[in-house]
């Protein structure tokens, strides 16, 4: 992969960086809203518990499997692609229809609307692991009691705490961008599709009822659990466990058996030491699917002024550890 200098931006770097004038949280959740999350985390987490005895009772098809990963794919590239390196880190310059697209592709994922997403792990970024982090597993001490309770609120208690992270302090430049508010506006109506579309293709690849419902299953709520749980796991386990050859200013660590379903997200210790950096996996062996999506989004002149590592710089990050 080619690779250019590019020069560092601190850990809350991100288009149109908060200034801290404006306060961190903007009131709590209303009612629909937090029913909303309920609905999103519980429903698909129950078909991921069925899965197992499901499939060991009527079996799991091709289709089935086929319609899963193509969803799980784009969904969750939508995720790290989109959501993350992004609309959240400004890793690369994106035109507008690939803009939209990756809008659109992240809300399939089902882990909330655009720009509610980037102002909390904005947020999560300025205060890493510290007083203010919306999902840090270090805020209630280092005792065993105290780190399983940590590791349930960094992998998805704090989903159903009710404070609203202040958009116009995180996020003014998605505020600013009419299509992504159009996009985030219509959370909703990705939310229907990420589920109906897989079970209109499971019907129509099998013609059979069974064939939209089980594509329905594994396709739509079980593959949105998966994809749920390996996001999650980013912001607890990568904050716990693993390798840490970068300084950070924080806990995150690389954990290399999430990097595949994870598409290069869980080289985690990079990320928080080079936030806007375009590729996560920078050492030898080390896959990054992500990045390797970015490259071929430049090379087809989608994507520009992408934010390449050098060694160079890290170099500087490994010695300053």
Same mark, same amino acid.
Do not use: M
């Given at each position: 992969m080619t690779v250019a200098d590019s020069p560092a931006r601190p850990d809350s770097a991100a288009p149109s960086a908060p200034t801290g004038a404006k306060p961190v949280l903007d009131g709590t959740r209303g009612l629909p809203q937090q029913i909303g999350?309920?609905?999103?985390?519980?429903?698909?987490?129950?078909?991921?518990? =069925?899965?197992?005895?499901?499939?060991? $009772?009527? %079996?799991? %098809?091709?289709? /089935?499997i086929v319609i899963a990963t193509v969803f799980y794919v784009v969904s969750g590239l939508g995720i790290t692609v989109g959501y993350h390196r992004y609309f959240t880190h400004g890793s690369f310059k994106a035109n507008r229809p690939l803009r939209i697209a990756l809008a659109i592709s992240g809300s399939l994922a089902m882990q909330g609307p655009v720009i509610d997403w980037v102002a909390d792990h904005r947020r999560h970024h300025a205060f890493s692991d510290k007083e203010g982090d919306p999902h840090s597993p270090w805020l209630y001490g280092t005792g065993p009691a105290a780190l399983v309770k940590g590791f349930w609120h960094s992998h998805m208690g704090w989903l159903f705490d009710r404070d609203q992270t202040n958009e116009e302090r995180f996020t003014p430049d998605l505020l600013a961008d009419a299509d992504i508010r159009r996009v985030d506006r219509l959370f909703g109506l990705w939310s229907v599709l990420t589920l109906l579309v897989p079970a209109l293709f499971g019907g129509l690849l099998t013609w059979s009822w069974w064939g939209a419902l089980t594509a329905f299953f594994w396709g739509g709520l079980v593959r949105v659990a998966l994809l749920h749980h390996v996001t999650w796991s980013i912001n607890s386990i990568c904050h716990m466990w693993g390798d840490r050859p970068f300084a950070a200013r924080d806990h995150s660590a690389n954990v290399w058996p999430l990097?595949?379903?994870?598409? %290069?997200?869980?080289?985690?210790?990079?990320?928080? =030491? /080079?936030?806007?950096?375009?590729?996560? %996996?920078?050492?030898? $062996?080390?896959? /990054?699917?992500?990045?390797?999506?970015?490259?071929?989004?430049?090379?087809? $002149?989608?994507?520009t002024s992408v934010r390449w590592p050098t060694q160079r710089r890290l170099d500087r990050l490994a010695k300053a550890k």
């Open positions: 999350v309920y609905v999103f985390v519980v429903v698909p987490l129950l078909a991921l518990v =069925a899965a197992v005895p499901f499939a060991w $009772g009527w %079996g799991l %098809g091709w289709s /089935d990097a595949i379903a994870s598409f %290069g997200e869980s080289w985690h210790n990079l990320h928080h =030491a /080079d936030p806007t950096c375009a590729r996560h %996996g920078v050492k030898r $062996g080390q896959i /990054d699917i992500s990045a390797r999506v970015i490259w071929a989004f430049e090379k087809l $002149g989608w994507a």
